[in-house]
């Protein structure tokens, strides 16, 4: 009988979770007519999140291929959501900020987030939600670490 991997095992229920997440947010934010596509919506909410940041740092962030994150940017920029400038530290980076203009945007971005998860939360009691938002900070920070670990074992060496 050939090997089967375990569908209940961790790396298998965050990935399969994130992905379903993710085309549930993806559906909504299609429907709303925001006038970006739901690549950009992401962008957008992680340079929100990170600004100003590196440009190869945040195709890492978001899981992304360089040029497929250099288009949704190239897209941001024409509606003037966000703008790229050289990185005084390195004239080689490009340093993407958010404008003024992708406050309203990001506000509904935000309700179509808030709206999705209460949809997945509605049958789990509000202590499990909390609790498990409280798990998922902690193992986020563990990996954090174990990865900065890494990172300094390399430097190191």
Known sequence: MAY?????????????AARLLRAEFDRVIAAESLGITPGEARALSH???????RQAVL?????????TLSSYLDR???QGLVV????PTDRRAKLVTMTEAADEVLLRI????EA??????????????ANFLTTLKRLRANLWEKRQETTRARSAA
């Open 76 to 78: 941001l920029e024409e």
């Open 84 to 87: 790229r400038e050289p990185d």
């Open 110 to 113: 935000r309700s179509v987030g």
């Open 116 to 129: 999705v998860r209460k949809e997945v939360e509605a049958d789990i009691p509000p202590a499990d939600w």
């Open 47 to 53: 340079v929100a999140r990170a600004w100003p940041v």
């Open 4 to 16: 089967r991997p375990d569908d209940e095992a961790l790396g298998f229920l965050i990935t399969d």
């Open 59 to 67: 195709a890492e962030r978001m899981g992304v291929e360089a040029m």
